[in-house]
């Protein structure tokens, strides 16, 4: 069971760094870009997107 919750958890890890990535990427293609509702909503979705992957992580990390 350990290996198995050793493997999702780095998976997870793997996806997080992906996502922020990603995120770091948008951030500096659309800086000096105005403010919008369409970019407002993408940098929330990355942000529930780690959000989630984190939440995962604790659960993976507290379960039996």
Do not use: C, G, P
Not at 23 to 52: C, E, G, M, P, V
Request: proline share 0%; charged share 35%.
């Amino acid at each position: 069971m350990e290996i198995l919750k050793s493997i999702r958890l780095r998976q997870l890890r793997k996806e997080r760094e992906e996502i922020k990535a990603n995120r770091k990427a948008w951030i500096n293609l659309h800086k000096h870009s105005d403010l919008d509702a369409s970019l407002s909503r993408t940098f929330l979705a990355y942000q529930n997107a780690i959000n989630r992957i984190n939440a995962s992580i604790r659960k993976v990390k507290n379960a039996n």
